[in-house]
């Protein structure tokens, strides 16, 4: 048997070299493992304003008033309302704010916005539905959702119809 010249034989250094490439594949399907995913059906509430900036053409600045119910993981049957602002440039935006309030039996969870971008759809010069996503944080959390005081979540926004969008989230 051949000796490396830290005197292991090379079957040892093989099964040293497996046992870290285990480890390391145990260690990355445990962080997947604490990636929460959730489904929130969403409409817009009350009245919501595109405001045109009135420094150039295109310029508006979009006003939403929002509610939803989650689906999934430790949010599951929660109810969410918020409010969002966007800053449209032609059919590009970007995200000013996106705050919220998660409200489920013994536990809340406020969330702030940390980026967002919106790119809306055209079909035979007529808006028909746009794509959203970016990230938040859970800035206070309390009771049965303390848990989640501090975490980040990434999320993505599909219409469903004029009024209603689901938002697809991952937590970490």
């Given at each position: 048997?051949?000796?490396?010249?830290?005197g292991?034989?090379?079957?040892?250094?093989?099964?040293?070299?497996?046992?870290?490439?285990?480890?390391?594949?145990?260690?990355?399907?445990?962080?997947?493992?604490?990636?929460?995913?959730?489904?929130?059906?969403?409409a817009?509430?009350?009245?919501?304003?595109?405001?045109?900036?009135?420094d150039?053409?295109?310029?508006?600045?979009?006003?939403a008033?929002?509610?939803?119910?989650?689906?999934?993981?430790?949010l599951?049957?929660?109810?969410?309302?918020?409010q969002?602002?966007?800053d449209?440039?032609g059919?590009?935006?970007?995200?000013a704010?996106n705050?919220?309030?998660?409200?489920?039996?013994?536990?809340?969870?406020?969330?702030?916005l940390?980026?967002?971008?919106?790119?809306?759809?055209?079909?035979?010069?007529?808006?028909?539905?746009?794509?959203?996503?970016?990230?938040?944080k859970?800035?206070?959390?309390?009771?049965?959702?303390?848990?989640?005081?501090?975490?980040?979540?990434?999320?993505?926004?599909?219409?469903?119809?004029?009024?209603?969008?689901?938002?697809?989230?991952?937590?970490?």
């Open positions: 048997m051949k000796t490396s010249k830290f292991l034989g090379l079957h040892k250094v093989s099964s040293l070299t497996l046992a870290a490439a285990l480890s390391s594949l145990c260690t990355a399907a445990l962080a997947q493992a604490t990636v929460e995913v959730t489904k929130s059906a969403c817009f509430v009350g009245a919501n304003s595109n405001e045109p900036a009135g150039r053409d295109g310029h508006v600045i979009q006003v008033n929002y509610s939803c119910k989650v689906q999934g993981g430790g599951d049957g929660a109810i969410t309302t918020g969002a602002a966007w449209h440039e059919l590009n935006a970007t995200a704010y705050v919220g309030v998660v409200r489920k039996p013994g536990g809340l969870a406020v969330f702030s940390l980026e967002g971008r919106r790119t809306l759809i055209m079909k035979e010069g007529k808006v028909v539905g746009y794509t959203s996503s970016g990230s938040s859970f800035t206070t959390a309390t009771g049965t959702l303390s848990s989640y005081s501090g975490k980040s979540f990434s999320w993505t926004v599909t219409p469903a119809s004029a009024f209603e969008f689901v938002i697809d989230t991952k937590t970490n």
